[in-house]
């Protein structure tokens, strides 16, 4: 049987998640579907066409769907997703939301932000704020599973050819309605995505400061996050906040500035390759694993920082 | 309107849990629990809406070990007014949680249910979403603010991009996120009131609910170790190593 992927997108472009999510479905079987619901959105289903290793592309394109209420996307993917062996998303706030009320509508275990695949049934993934690694076994017959995008490479968005099949199902459950939305346009690389990855703390005492790591980013390309501290202390908006409950992220290079290294903060950050902590506080937990450690003020060096770059 | 709120029983968030040697689990002999944290912001949320006039009853509901009902006087001492227990010592996977919840739902016919949007044991993140679909509710996941306005409820979300608001028609379940409030302490006055307030014991036989396992754990490993890193003296030194040594500028 094949696998469904379901795609991230905003109903113009396929969001880079979908491409690890494909990686991920591509070691657990080898036919591979891609669901794109939404609305407007064929321009979507053209680029999941062509993404590598994807064999059909389905495209669900109806005003019910404009919005992924989970309401109504559940219903439409659990129909769909009865034929198939896996139903597979990315794990972003979009997939957490809809796919575990699709494996409750299917009377199967949703295996949540698996970071490996073992067989086509044991999957690992991070329990307790990744202090611990987890191997499970499915025991379902369907089996629902989000995928921890830093787990898997992505996919590449091109050489696929893969045929659209239109599906005319709309599901309208009539429970909620969306009003609307504040997202925040950033002309940064997105975090989840990004090679290199600058985030501050609470050291930075105050939003205005982040301009000084704004400014680092910028030479290096790099994408800008917070610890949660930073976040509730209103520094910086929340989409910016990583770890365990934040955002995942894994790159190149990870620079912490001002940012004790709680082990919530960790979750979401130690398994960059390389990673960079500036503290002033030389006991703090962050350089039990910075692989480069200064113990500074950040205000005197992040600037210095910037002008060697 | 009565509100029904769910608490979990995990691992004090300040702890850092080890792997047994065995590979079975993680360890929790001696480690110290308590209320998730996202529970206790749901809880929070619903005192409030008592407070506020909109909630008539808060009803919270645990369901594991005997030593739930720990978490249980707490969430009554911030100002529940009744706990259920759902008595259990084998592993309750979130499908059968949802499915025993439904069967709460169903007799306590809540408004609203506020549950953690996740536990952070398991770090699941699934649960709500499977009570929401298993009584067909609608669903505000990841809340930041939740406003009821007449038969619906306005939710803000914390989304990838940012924020986004749904309004959502009552009965509904929402989930918390860490910004929707700042849970208070209890009382010494109010934890004494809470050991007389009614604590109600049930079992998923009671329920009509089977115990089944979806899911078999084969191991629990302890996650890769970064190998010790180095201090550098000043910047220079850093921009040096990371061009020279790391390569990844
Ligand atoms: C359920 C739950 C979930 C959570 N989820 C997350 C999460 O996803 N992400 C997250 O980050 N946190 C999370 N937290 C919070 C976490 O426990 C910590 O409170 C938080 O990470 C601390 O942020 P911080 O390091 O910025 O602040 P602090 O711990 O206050 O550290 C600030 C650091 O800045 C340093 N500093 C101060 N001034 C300077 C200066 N001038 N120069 C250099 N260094 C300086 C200090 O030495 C200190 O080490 C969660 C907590 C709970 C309970
Ligand atoms: N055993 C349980 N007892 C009470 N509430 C639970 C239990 N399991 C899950 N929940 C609720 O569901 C939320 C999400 O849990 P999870 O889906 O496991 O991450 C938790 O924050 C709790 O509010």
Redesign the pocket.
């Known amino acids: 049987m094949a696998i469904l992927v379901i795609a991230e997108h905003d109903n113009s472009t396929l969001k880079a998640a979908t491409l690890n999510a494909v990686t991920a479905a591509t070691q657990m079987g080898s036919d591979v579907h891609v669901l794109v619901a939404g609305a407007g959105c064929l321009a979507v289903a053209e680029q999941a066409a062509n993404v590598q290793g994807v064999s059909q592309v389905l495209l669900a394109d109806d005003a019910t769907y404009e919005h992924q209420l989970a309401e109504n996307i559940s219903l439409l993917i659990a129909e769909l997703g009865k034929d198939y062996s896996h139903i597979v998303v990315p794990a972003t706030t979009s997939g957490k939301n809809f796919m575990?009320r699709v494996a409750a509508l299917l009377d199967v275990a949703q295996i949540?932000e698996i970071v490996r695949v073992d067989s086509a049934d044991t999957f690992d993934r991070p329990i307790y704020a990744g202090n611990a690694i987890a191997t499970v076994q499915s025991l379902d017959a369907i089996k629902v599973i989000t995928v921890r995008t830093t787990g898997f490479d992505a996919a590449s968005a091109e050489g696929g050819n893969a045929s659209i099949q239109s599906v005319s199902v709309s599901h309208n459950a009539g429970t909620s309605a969306y009003v609307g939305a504040q997202i925040v346009k950033s002309d940064r690389p997105e975090l989840t995505s990004a090679r290199v990855v600058i985030s501050g703390g609470r050291g930075m005492g105050n939003g205005e400061n982040f301009a000084l790591i704004e400014k680092v980013a910028d030479k290096l390309g790099a994408a800008v996050g917070a610890s949660r501290a930073a976040v509730d202390a209103g520094f910086v908006p929340n989409d910016m906040q990583v770890g365990q409950t934040g955002k995942i992220v894994a790159p190149d290079l990870y620079i912490a500035v001002g940012i004790s290294g709680a082990i919530q903060h960790l979750a979401g950050m130690k398994d960059s390759k390389v990673i960079v902590a500036i503290n002033k506080d030389e006991e703090a937990p962050i350089f039990q694993v910075a692989d480069y450690g200064l113990v500074a003020d950040l205000f005197d060096v992040v600037p210095k920082l910037e002008q060697l770059l | 309107m009565k509100v029904l709120?769910?608490?979990?029983?995990v691992i004090d968030y300040n702890v850092k849990v080890r792997v047994k040697s065995d590979n079975s689990d993680v360890d929790l002999n001696n480690v110290k629990m308590a209320m998730?944290p996202?529970?206790e912001i749901?809880v929070e949320e619903a005192v409030r809406l008592k407070e506020a006039g909109v909630a008539t009853e808060v009803v919270v509901?645990?369901?594991?070990s005997k030593s739930?009902q720990e978490q249980l006087r707490t969430a009554l001492a911030l100002g529940a007014d009744r706990a259920i227990h759902?008595e259990s010592d084998e592993v309750?996977e979130?499908l059968t949680?949802a499915k025993l919840?439904q069967k709460v739902v169903a007799d306590e016919q809540p408004g609203l249910i506020i549950?953690?949007?996740?536990?952070i044991?398991?770090?699941?993140?699934?649960?709500?979403q499977?009570l929401a679909a298993l009584t067909g509710y609608p669903q505000g996941t990841f809340a930041s603010k939740v406003t009821i306005e007449g038969d619906n409820v306005q939710v803000i979300r914390e989304v990838d991009g940012g924020l986004q608001t749904v309004s959502l028609t009552l009965p509904a379940i929402v989930?918390?996120d860490l910004r929707l409030n700042e849970p208070r302490y209890a009382s010494l006055p109010n934890i004494m009131k809470a050991k007389r307030k009614p604590l109600e014991v049930k079992t998923p036989a009671d329920l009509g609910v089977e115990v089944k396992a979806h899911t078999r754990v084969v191991k629990v490993t302890p996650p890769a170790e970064r190998k010790a890193g180095i201090k550098v003296a000043c910047v220079e030194e850093l921009v040096d190593k990371l061009k020279n040594e790391a390569k990844v500028i």
């Open positions: 575990p949540s | 709120v769910t608490v979990k029983r998730n996202f529970c749901a509901v645990s369901l594991g739930c759902i309750l979130s949680v919840l549950m953690g949007k996740q536990a044991d398991t770090d699941n993140n699934q649960t709500g499977m989930t918390t």
